[in-house]
C-alpha cells in the first residue's frame, strides 16, 4: 500500500506573471522505481521544478515515501496556469537518504519534461530518464493533471474518528485517513491522505480543501473509498478498516445531521460472528463552493479553433523585396510568420486535430486576378484548412508567388466569415468549439465602419479577435477597435456585447520573445471565453455537463463534534 512520512518542507516560490487564469492541481505517481538501497527499498521523493527565463527552478516537492519502489503521492502541485504561455515543467524523482534536503547523497532516480499543457490531456504516462538521456530501467512516472478555479472550485472535509481498533501492542494506533476516487475505468485515484495522529484511537485529522473535480469528478455519486491505517515507520501499515461513500451521502450533513461511515475490515466481517465494525469514523464538517472557470470548458472538451487572416494589400511592399514586410528570409521569419508562430504554437495544444483554417485579404488571385478580401491561401475554396502551424506556414509561403498584392485593407468580410462559422457552432448549444480569428494586417482598416458593424454582431458568437498591427504604421485608429478604453459601438451606436478584440503592435515586442507577444495577445482570451459561456448560461461539457445543482450553491455547516 501506499506508505507515508511527515510532509517536507516548504518549497522555494517562484514568481509568474502578474495574471493566473487558474491553478492546476498536479497529482503524482511513479511504477518500478529503480532500487538504490542494499537492505531497503528506495525512500523517494518526485521534485517539481519550472523553467523561468531558461533556468530551472524548483516549485514545490512531494512527501518523502518510505520503502516504495511504486509510489503515490499525497502532495498535490498546484502551479499557477496561463493559457498564453508555454509552461516548461520538469518532474526529478530522488532517493531520499536521512534528511529531506537533495544533495550529492541522494540518488537520482529520473526524471521527465513535459508543459503545463497536459492539463488537456488530463493523464500523462512517461518514462523516467537519467542524466545523458539513458532510461531508468522500466520505471516511468504518471501525472493526473485537473483544474481547479483560485480558491473556488473546493470541497472542504473535516474528519475524525471513534473506537478504532488497536492495532499496537504496547501503545495505541495511530491512524491515518486516505480517500481514493473511483474512476470509470475500475482504477482509484488517491484524492488525500490526512496526517498521522500518534497513539490515538479516536482521532480527530485536520480540515482539507480539495477540488470537487478531484474529489468526485463533479458528480454526486461517483463513489469514494476511504481506507483507514495505522502508520508504520518502516512503511508497512497495518490495515485497521475502510468503508465506502459518495459524495450526495456527504452533503447529508448539511441538515444538521451527522454522517458516520463504519470501519469495516472485510476479514474480521467474515471470520467473526459479531463483528460490527472497526470504528466509526465521522464527516464533522463540509464547505463547498464551485465557479465555472477558463479550464473548467477547456478539460471539458471545448475545443479551439484557430483561423488567421494576412494582409497581403500592396503597402507591405514587393515580397521579392528584401524591404517587404512579406519578403521571405532563408534565415529568418518576417513580421507576419513571427506573430503567426507565436501565438499559433499556443493554441494548437487546445484543438485536437490541429488543423488551423488560413485566409488572406487585399489581393489579386487567381485564376480571373480578381480582388479578394476572403480567400483561402491554399487556393481550395472547400477546405482552407492546413495542418498544423507548419501547414499555415508553407501555405504561406506558396500562396505569395501566386498572388498580386493590391487593396484596400478591409477586414469585414473575414470577420463576417468567421463570426457566421461561429454562429453554427453557437447553435449547438454546448460548450464545444471556441474560435479566435488571429488578423495580421500592416495599416489602419479603410472599411472601419463595417469592421465596426461585424464586430459588434461577432460578439455574441462564440468568437474572439485579435489583430496584430506589422510594420511601422500608425496605428492609433485602429485603438478604437480595442475596448479596454471605452465600449466599442456599431455606427448605429449598437453597443458590442462583450469585448471580443484585442490589438497589439508587432514593433512593440520586436526585441521581446515569441513568448512576450503570445502572452500579451492571448491573455484576454481566457476571460472571454467564460465571459461567452456564463452570458449563454452554458455549463462545460462532460464531466461537468451533469453536475447536479447542490454544487452549484454554497454550503456551509455547523460542525456535529
Known amino acids: 500500500m501506499n ?16 495574471t493566473c487564469v487558474s491553478k492546476v492541481e498536479l497529482r503524482v505517481s511513479c511504477k518500478s522505481l529503480l532500487d538504490r538501497d542494499t537492505l531497503n527499498k528506495s525512500d523517494p521523493c518526485v521534485v517539481l521544478m519550472m523553467q523561468n527565463n531558461g533556468q530551472w527552478i524548483e516549485l514545490d516537492r512531494t512527501e518523502v515515501i518510505k520503502s516504495n519502489l511504486h509510489p503515490v503521492f499525497g502532495k498535490v502541485f498546484s502551479p499557477g496556469y496561463y493559457f498564453e504561455e508555454v509552461q516548461k515543467l520538469r518532474f526529478e524523482v530522488y532517493d531520499i537518504h536521512g534528511t529531506h534536503s537533495i544533495g550529492t547523497r541522494d540518488d537520482d532516480s529520473g526524471g521527465v519534461e513535459c508543459t503545463l499543457e497536459i492539463v488537456a490531456q488530463k493523464k500523462m504516462v512517461k518514462p523516467l530518464l537519467l542524466k545523458y538521456g539513458k532510461y531508468a530501467g522500466k520505471s516511468t512516472i504518471t501525472v493526473h493533471a485537473e483544474e481547479i478555479s483560485g480558491n473556488n472550485g473546493y470541497v472542504e472535509l473535516s474528519f475524525c ?47 482539507f480543501k480539495v477540488s470537487l473535480m478531484s474529489l468526485c469528478s463533479c458528480e454526486e455519486d461517483r463513489k469514494l473509498k476511504c481506507l483507514v491505517w495505522d502508520y508504520d515507520s518502516r512503511g508497512k501499515h497495518d490495515y485497521i478498516g475502510e468503508f465506502y461513500t459518495t459524495f450526495r451521502e456527504m452533503q447529508k450533513i448539511s441538515g444538521g445531521n451527522k454522517v458516520m461511515f463504519d470501519c469495516v475490515n472485510p476479514k474480521y466481517k467474515q471470520k467473526k460472528r459479531n ?26 472538451g471545448c475545443q479551439i479553433h484557430f483561423t488567421v487572416a494576412i494582409d497581403f494589400t500592396a503597402s507591405n511592399g514587393d515580397p521579392r523585396n528584401s524591404c517587404s514586410l512579406h519578403y521571405i528570409n532563408p534565415y529568418q521569419p518576417n513580421e507576419y510568420l513571427k506573430a503567426l508562430i507565436a501565438v499559433g504554437e499556443i493554441c494548437q495544444d487546445y484543438d485536437s486535430d490541429k488543423r488551423f483554417s488560413a485566409l488572406g485579404f487585399g489581393a ?23 495542418e498544423g502551424i507548419q501547414g499555415v506556414v508553407e501555405a504561406y509561403q506558396n500562396c505569395l508567388p501566386k498572388i498580386q498584392l493590391y487593396g484596400p485593407t478591409n477586414v469585414a468580410p473575414i470577420i463576417n466569415r468567421i463570426a457566421k462559422l461561429a454562429a453554427g457552432d453557437g447553435n449547438i448549444k454546448d460548450a464545444s468549439r471556441y474560435h479566435i480569428l488571429l488578423i495580421l494586417t500592416d495599416g489602419v482598416v479603410t472599411d472601419m465602419a463595417d469592421t465596426r458593424e461585424a464586430i459588434v454582431r461577432a460578439s455574441y458568437q462564440p468568437l474572439s479577435i485579435i489583430i496584430v498591427g506589422v510594420g511601422n504604421a500608425d ?3 485602429m485603438q478604437i477597435l480595442d475596448g479596454d478604453d471605452g465600449v466599442l459601438r456599431s455606427p448605429k451606436g449598437e453597443p458590442v456585447l462583450r469585448d471580443i478584440v484585442q490589438f497589439v503592435p508587432f514593433r512593440d515586442f520586436k526585441t521581446a520573445s515569441p513568448a512576450a507577444l503570445a502572452k500579451c ?11 461567452y459561456y456564463s452570458h449563454k448560461v452554458i455549463s462545460p461539457m462532460c464531466p461537468m455537463r451533469d453536475l447536479p445543482t447542490p454544487i452549484l450553491s454554497p454550503v456551509a455547516t455547523t460542525p456535529t463534534e
Not at 181 to 199: A, F, G, Y
Not at 281 to 298: A, M, N, Q, T
Not at 364 to 386: G, L, Q, T
Open 364 to 386: 489579386r488571385i487567381p485564376p480571373n486576378y480578381e480582388v479578394s478580401h476572403d480567400f483561402a491561401i491554399n487556393f481550395n475554396p472547400d477546405d482552407d484548412e492546413c
Open 475 to 477: 496605428f492609433t485608429d
Open 521 to 531: 495577445v492571448l491573455a484576454e482570451v481566457p476571460s472571454q471565453v467564460v465571459e
Open 275 to 300: 463483528y460490527k465494525n472497526s470504528g466509526v469514523v465521522i464527516l464533522s464538517d463540509l464547505k463547498l463552493h464551485r465557479v465555472y472557470s477558463f479550464l473548467d470548458y477547456i478539460m471539458g
Open 3 to 18: 506508505d507515508v512520512l511527515e510532509a517536507t518542507s516548504p518549497a522555494t516560490s517562484l514568481s509568474g506573471p502578474a
Open 161 to 207: 474518528a471513534k473506537k478504532l481498533d488497536d492495532k499496537d501492542l504496547f501503545s495505541k494506533s495511530d491512524p491515518f485517513l486516505e480517500i481514493y476516487r473511483m474512476n470509470d475505468d475500475e482504477t482509484e485515484q488517491l484524492v488525500h491522505r490526512t496526517e498521522v495522529i500518534k497513539n490515538n484511537l479516536n482521532p480527530v485529522w485536520e480540515p
